[in-house]
């Protein structure tokens, strides 16, 4: 009976992209997508993760985990399998798997669905598994800890590097991010600022007024927060206030900084806790509601399977299907960061061993579904409109009109008026060439929503879906900083040991500023790049997220290896070697491609040549050209930093498969679990 | 039976039924949330010899203790 129903699942699945595959014409229903990757998701979980499970890695639900053993009610803490799915899920998902689909749809949504369902099956999930794995036998400790154990100093200081710069830029682009979707947006920018407030009033009811009621602060900050959405409204309907909060790029970006600087210096429960608390309910709310959206209106997709952009000539950013399909989208197939946080709370939380099969791989896949969703929302677009949308205005000509004919020349219709009455009825004043994924991601869902609830409130939304989505980026933002501080610190203290002590004022404000100003430095840029900086700023972030992901399966390998599973360390290897593909290729080509559009200093020397020719402003130019320089850097060190890694990693392998160092690993000792299973 | 760590107080009713406290400790768990009564549950049951901390004090002490790594991804 239960194999008649994994036949059908599977078939299902079979089904769905069969007729992805072969289908041509106008359009087609997203039903098939979801049907191909939910199929797909579950055969997967049923099948290769119980294999990981049982085969590769091991669970054994006789061992006490860290939980029980260290059980302190408080960091440690035995959690129910579901309870702590919702916590692990609510930590891994952000904006990434949301904007990277959105992007990557350039190329058609086939190629990037293909790659979310497939890379996370056999990648992505599976680093998150085998490090979350990891960490649960060594009582929780960091990706770091763990590769300087087990592979060595240099590699831990390497891995540590590595996580802090990626961290740099992932705060700058996400950064970015929010500032291009709040730019002349005066609805969006009253509504993510009452956050603030609201953050602030939540942490003094919950610290205190009425210390501990964490859940009653919420409830108020949410209920705030829809009021304020609504106030926004009425703050870009009004003649006087409307001025006020319509903001410039550069004027928001500074904002942000400042912003990133007090999260990080203030204490955690006045502003960094609150925001957190409330982003994580509207994030699982909101992405719960857009599942039901889409499965109760099943959109027809606009966006055609194959775009003639595949060549790499594409407006939103450069670069041909390989490898930047698969840089574009990190997150939701493979990202490396999710390392941090599978070897952060989650492991100190696990009841039974077992459960790190459907937290570790099943949270994953949920986040690829997350990813899905972001491809279909982007997909019932009208071509025309996403392009409009997300093209930068340098490559749209500069105009609404130029906008059309050059769209026109691409292959798909739009017209002038079509974007007027859009952005009209999205409340903005306009929508052309707002890059960053984040503005079409809010057509996409308000179009979704508009579906289940009628199309009278659309503009309101639009605005909801972006104060979602700079919600939870801003989180991301302060948090980044915060522990982009202590990592600092920690760096620093060696050095100089004052600067190592994390309470120390002058070593926070210090250590503060320098993070800041790294990420602010690269948002600015960004701001003030005529080509809107998500060109060379996202992929240098997927870049740096899938290397992180390189550091984390070496790491997983090294593990498996050790722990006398060489022969099923194909699992973390295959990943590990198609990853190392896609980002050297892809590191290559930004740093040293012929094309001024994809490489950093070609475009660099293009720039040059144009100064040369006196046709652009000295002091701009001479920007241009030093920040093309500076991310050709900044590749180069990414590349370098993990080459390293993967080049101990795989010494190590080799010691140990020779018999010339002993297989052991630094897994903490068997405790019988006094748990009844 | 009655474990530690929020589980405490199952009814009868099967695994998806459960009181108003436990569905919010559980949504407290879900979010990251302190939860001081199962922190107090906890030292009375295994530590008996200690006193518990006082609200305040846990609750600096839990968001210390879940300040410092990532929490957050993108």
Not at chain 1, 262 to 274: G, K, Q, R, T
Not at chain 1, 577 to 585: D, M, Q, S
Request: with cysteine; net charge positive; glycine share 10%.
């Amino acid at each position: 009976m239960k194999a008649i129903a994994w036949i059908l699942v599977a078939l299902a699945g079979a089904t769905g992209w069969t007729v992805l595959a072969l289908h041509r014409g106008e359009t087609i229903s997203a039903a098939w997508l979801l049907m191909a990757a939910v199929g797909s998701y579950l055969v997967a979980y049923r099948f290769y993760s119980r294999f990981l499970a049982t085969t590769v890695l091991g669970l054994d639900d006789r061992r006490a985990t860290p939980a029980e053993r260290l059980n302190n009610g408080r960091d440690f803490v035995p959690t129910g399998r579901w309870v702590l799915f919702g916590h692990h899920f609510a930590a891994i998902a952000g904006a990434g798997p949301l904007v990277g689909p959105v992007l990557a749809a350039q190329f058609g949504y086939l190629p990037g669905t293909i790659w979310i369902v497939a890379g996370v099956i056999l990648a992505g999930a599976v680093q998150d598994f085998v490090i979350l794995f990891g960490s649960l036998r060594r009582d929780g400790k960091s990706l770091g800890q763990m590769a300087k154990e087990e592979i060595g100093p240099v590699t831990g200081l390497a891995a540590m590097t590595a996580v802090l710069s990626i961290m740099i830029i992932l705060l700058a682009v996400l950064a970015l991010i929010v500032v291009n979707a709040l730019k002349g947006s005066p609805w969006g920018v009253f509504t993510i600022a009452c956050t603030i407030p609201i953050a602030m009033l939540m942490g003094f009811w919950m610290k205190v007024w009425r210390p501990g009621r964490t859940l009653e602060a919420t409830a108020i900050g949410i209920v705030l927060l829809l009021a304020s959405l609504e106030g926004g409204r009425l703050v870009a309907a009004s003649p006087v206030l409307a001025p006020l909060f319509t903001l410039g790029g550069v004027t928001l970006a500074w904002a942000m900084i400042a912003y990133g600087f007090a999260a990080s210096v203030l204490p955690v429960w006045m502003l960094l806790l609150p925001r957190d608390y409330l982003s994580t309910f509207v994030k699982i709310g909101t992405i719960l509601l857009l599942a039901v959206g889409i499965v109760a209106v099943l959109p027809p997709l606009r966006l055609p399977a194959l775009t003639p952009f595949i060549d790499g000539s594409g407006p939103v950013f450069a670069g041909k299907l390989f490898p930047f399909a698969f840089i574009t989208i990190a997150c939701g197939a493979i990202s490396g960061f999710h390392a941090l946080v599978a070897s952060g709370t989650t492991p100190k939380m696990l009841r039974r061993e077992a459960d790190a099969r459907l937290i570790g791989y099943g949270g994953m896949l949920t986040e690829s579904f997350v990813a899905v969703m972001a491809m279909c929302a982007a997909a019932v677009l009208d071509p025309g409109v996403y392009f409009a949308i997300n093209s930068p205005l340098a490559a749209l000509g500069g105009s609404a009109a130029s906008a059309a004919e050059t769209i026109r020349g691409w292959g798909f219709t739009v017209t002038p008026e079509q974007m007027d009455s859009l952005a009209r009825q999205m409340g903005e004043t306009t929508l052309l060439a707002r890059v960053g994924g984040a503005p079409s991601l809010a057509v996409g869902m308000a179009q979704i929503f508009g579906g289940v609830f009628g199309d009278g409130l659309l503009a309101l939304w639009y605005h909801f879906a972006i104060m979602f989505e700079a919600l939870f980026i801003l989180t991301t933002v302060d948090a980044g900083t915060r522990v982009g501080r202590f990592m600092l610190q920690e760096l620093a203290g060696h050095f100089w040991t004052p600067l190592g002590r994390t309470s120390w004022y002058p070593s926070i404000l210090f250590s503060s500023a320098v993070v800041v100003a790294g990420w602010g430095y690269f948002l600015i840029q960004g701001v003030l790049d005529p080509l809107g900086g998500i060109n060379s700023l996202w992929p240098l972030f997927g870049i740096s997220n899938q290397l992180l992901a390189g550091v984390a399966l070496c790491v997983g390998t090294t593990l498996l290896i050790k722990a006398g599973k060489a022969r099923h360390a194909w699992v973390t290897l295959l990943p590990l070697a198609w990853v190392l593909t896609v980002t050297f290729t892809a590191g290559w080509q930004k740093i040293f491609s012929k094309d001024p559009r994809l490489g950093f200093l070609a475009h660099a020397r293009a720039t040059s040549a144009k100064l040369a020719a006196s046709s652009l402003d000295p002091a701009q130019g001479a920007r241009l050209v030093f920040n093309d320089q500076l991310d050709a850097l900044v590749a180069a060190l990414f590349v370098a930093v993990v080459l390293l890694v993967v080049v101990m990693s795989a010494r190590e392998w080799l010691l140990v498969l020779r018999g010339r160092k002993p297989a052991e690993t630094r897994e903490t000792a068997f405790v019988e679990t006094a748990y009844a299973n | 039976m009655r474990t530690e760590g929020g589980r405490a107080g199952r009814r009868a009713g099967g695994k998806w039924c459960v009181s108003w406290r436990e569905l919010l400790a559980r949504v407290r768990q879900v979010a990251g949330m302190p939860d001081y009564e199962a922190y107090v549950a906890h030292v009375l049951a295994r530590h008996p010899d200690r006193a518990p901390l006082s609200e305040r004090e846990f609750f600096d002490g839990f968001v210390r203790s879940r300040s410092g790594g990532v929490t957050r991804c993108c």
